[in-house]
C-alpha cells in the first residue's frame, strides 16, 4: 500500500509541478518510452536467467503486498516450534520422522499455515531435524550446517534486489541514449525552422528527464523495497536457527523458543507474555 502511495505521491508531484511552467502534452513521447523501457526490459532479460526474472517479479509484487513475516506469523512460528519440541522430548526424536517426511500431512505443521507457505523455511527446518534425527552430529557442528544453509539462502534472495538496482543504475545511460537519438533526429530537420527544431529538442530531453526520473524516482526505491523485504524475512529463518540449536544443546522447550523469540526484529518481536500465552493456548 505505502509503495503505491508512494509512487503516486512522486509521479504526481513531479507532472504537477512541471503543469504549473509547461505543458503536460510535451511530455507525451511514446518513441521514447519505448526507447527506455525496451532497452530496459531488454538488458535486464540478457543479464539474468529466468529463475532470477521470475524471482525479481514476485519480489516487485511483493512490496506492494509488504513483508510475508508479521508479529502473528512469528507468534505462530514459536508456537510451531515449542509444540515440536515438546512432542520430540515427550516421545523421542525419532517420532518425528514422519512430520519432518512429509509437513503437508504432518499434524503439527498443518495447524500453522503461515509456516507451511513459506518453503523456505520449511526446508530449512525440516532439513535440520533431519540432520538431528541421524545422530552424532554435535551441536557446533549442526549450527555450522545451518549456517551454510542461511548463507547459501541468503545469496539466492539477494540476486533480485541486485538485478533490480543494476537495472535503476541504467536508466539514467538508456536515457542518454534516448536523448541522442532525438538530437539525431533533431539534426536531420535543422532545416524546418526553429518550430519544429524546438519540437525536436524537447522530446529528446523528455528522454533524459525520464531516465533520471524512473532510476531515482521509482526503480531505485523498489530495488531497496525488495532488499528491505529480504532482510526481514531473513529474521525467520535466524529465529528458527536459534530456538533448534538451543533444542540440540539440550534447552527446554521454553527456553529455546526464548532463543528464537530474542533473534526477532523489535518490529515484528512479541512480548515474553504473548509468547508465553501463545504457547499455552497451543
Known sequence: MFVLIGILVVFGSVIGGYMLHGDIAVLWQPGEFLIIGGAAIGSFLIAN?????????????????????????????????????????????????????????????????????????????TDTLKTLLSGGVPAHDLEELMDLDIEALHEEESVPPAAIQVVSDAFPGLGIVAAVLGIITTMGAINQGAAV????????????????????????????????????????ILAIKASVLSFAKGAPASVAIEYGRRTID?????????????????
Open 49 to 125: 536467467p529466468l529463475s532470477v526474472v521470475k524471482q525479481t517479479i514476485a519480489g516487485v509484487l511483493g512490496t506492494l503486498k509488504g513483508a510475508k513475516v508479521s508479529k502473528k506469523s512469528y507468534i505462530e512460528l514459536l508456537q510451531m516450534l515449542y509444540e515440536i519440541f515438546q512432542y520430540a522430548k515427550r516421545e523421542g526424536l525419532i517420532a518425528l520422522e514422519s512430520h519432518v517426511e512429509d509437513p503437508k500431512s504432518s499434524s503439527i505443521f498443518s495447524k500453522y499455515p503461515s509456516f507451511l507457505a513459506n518453503h523456505h523455511a520449511v526446508e530449512f527446518l
Open 197 to 236: 527544431v524546438g519540437e525536436k529538442v524537447a522530446a529528446a530531453l523528455v528522454g533524459t528527464f525520464l531516465g533520471i526520473l524512473l532510476s531515482y524516482g521509482l526503480v531505485g526505491p523498489i530495488a531497496s523495497n525488495v532488499a528491505y523485504n529480504v532482510g526481514k524475512e531473513s529474521r525467520y
Open 266 to 282: 523489535p518490529s515484528n518481536r512479541p512480548t515474553f507474555k504473548e509468547t508465553e500465552e501463545a504457547v499455552k493456548k497451543g
